[in-house]
């Protein structure tokens, strides 16, 4: 067996049981630079009035999307948080400000934020925010959403949430577990803690809910998860393999890779009834699959052509037609939300494993990642970004990419490693 199909095998199996992710529960994600955006727009961040660690939230955000390089250092002398002067900000070579007021309120705080062009002299921004004290962080994020899509036309993704698996050996009661945080780490919270493995968290489209694998009874099975209330219900308990789950657009339905019938295959379960039907049916292994934006078909990989290539299934007439043909390995595709790129974990021949994005329309594929043995990747719902796992030195971390490649993040546990990260949607 080669060495394409033995890894392909291995994800089919979800068996990826080497040192994958490791912490505690509620374990801190710590976030690194790992490469700044050279040559983007600045944007200065005026320290807010009362801030309570608010304005910084903003600065690193909007550094972490490669559009822009923001700062709160070496402003001005007299700069000014309600009186801004053109003149002193042309001076410095910086073309936009942000500034912001914070006030507590009975319920919690009021968020007053502006973003002013230094060149035009005018406001594009200046809002109002009234938010609870417990989602003060959030409000920052928010303002960061805001001003992305102010200056770029494309909405922000910073106050989203990314779903990880971590995995403790020092722990063994909870060796393993589930995880959501902020796009930038913080604020994690727990949704899963167990002795055995858990793998392939899958967000339904409202991120309401959470699937994932769990071997708990010894044999892998689906699981899905009401992230409010915290019940949980096995959506696939089939002799054999139970994997890569994966939600239509509209949340009816769910793909699957299954080996019920011997070998490992892609199914659909409808969420209603939970009638199961056979999607591919090829002495290949198929799996991974994800549904495309509009949901009239479906993307996978299979090993069909003698290597882990991605393949395209239709939904109107069954027909499968195969979208990778650069590399010797491509797999883990993920399609961006308006269904033009593919994320995949790419193997140039001879070489490791990196993550790269092909324009589905050209066949282009470039590769983004400067790191290598590379996994797991997710697009933000606006498909600026990619969060993916991998590995440094001897660590296992999230990083997250701009999709120009221009800045990247890393996102390692304090105490441990991370893995199988999934963006959840908006």
């Known amino acids: 067996m080669n060495t394409s199909r033995k890894h392909l095998l291995s994800l089919a199996l979800i068996t990826a049981l080497s040192p994958i992710a490791s912490t505690t529960a509620f374990a801190q994600l710590y976030l690194e630079i790992a490469k700044a955006p ?21 600065e690193t955000d909007l550094n972490r999307s490669g559009r822009f390089t923001s700062s709160s250092k070496n402003l ?10 053109a003149s002193d900000w042309q001076a410095a070579g ?3 400000v942000v500034t912001g007021q914070i006030k507590q309120t009975a319920t919690g705080f009021e968020v007053h934020y502006q973003l002013y062009d230094v060149q035009k002299q005018q406001y594009i921004l200046n809002e109002l925010l009234n938010v609870p004290a417990a989602r003060i962080r959030q409000a920052g994020h ?67 809910k959470i699937a994932y694998v769990s071997f708990e009874t010894k044999r892998p099975a689906i699981y899905l998860q009401d992230l409010s209330t915290g019940t949980r219900e096995v959506l696939t308990s089939f002799r054999g393999l139970n994997g ?80 990778t043909f650069k590399g010797s390995f491509n797999a883990r595709g993920t399609l961006s939300a308006d269904g033009k790129k593919i994320a995949l974990v790419h193997r140039p021949s001879g070489s490791s494993y990196k993550v790269a994005i092909q324009d589905i329309n050209t ?64």
């Open 38 to 58: 050279d040559q983007a727009p600045k944007i200065a961040i005026v320290p807010f009035t009362n801030d309570n660690g608010l304005y910084p939230i903003v």
């Open 142 to 208: 928010m303002v960061s959403d805001a001003i992305y899509q102010a200056l770029t036309g494309i909405p922000g993704d910073f106050s989203g949430r990314i779903a990880y698996v971590l995995r403790n050996p020092a722990t063994p009661a909870e060796r393993y577990t589930l995880q959501i945080a902020d796009t930038d780490g913080e604020q994690p919270k727990t949704v899963l803690s167990s002795r055995d493995p858990i793998l392939s968290p899958a967000w339904t489209p409202d991120a309401k």
């Open 244 to 323: 890569a789950p994966s939600f239509s657009p509209d949340g009816q339905s769910m793909l699957f890779t299954a080996s019920m019938n011997g070998n490992p295959e892609i199914y659909q379960m409808d969420l209603s009834t939970r009638q199961v039907k056979r999607m591919t049916n090829d002495s290949a292994i198929d799996t991974e699959a994800r549904y495309t934006p509009d949901g009239k078909s479906f993307i996978f990989t299979s090993d069909r052509g003698g290597s882990a290539q991605i393949y395209r299934y239709t939904f109107a007439d069954g027909s499968v037609k195969r979208l």
């Open 363 to 426: 066949g282009i594929t470039n590769i983004l990642t400067p790191t290598s043995l590379d996994e797991s990747p997710s697009f933000s719902p606006n498909g600026q970004m990619v969060v993916y796992a991998t590995r440094e030195g001897n660590r296992g971390l999230l990083s997250i990419m701009s999709t120009d490649g221009r800045f990247r993040m890393n996102l390692p546990s304090e105490q441990g490693e991370v893995r199988e990260p999934a963006w959840a949607p908006k």
């Open 76 to 85: 001005p002398a007299n700069a000014a948080i309600n009186q801004i002067q």
């Open 94 to 96: 910086i073309p936009y």
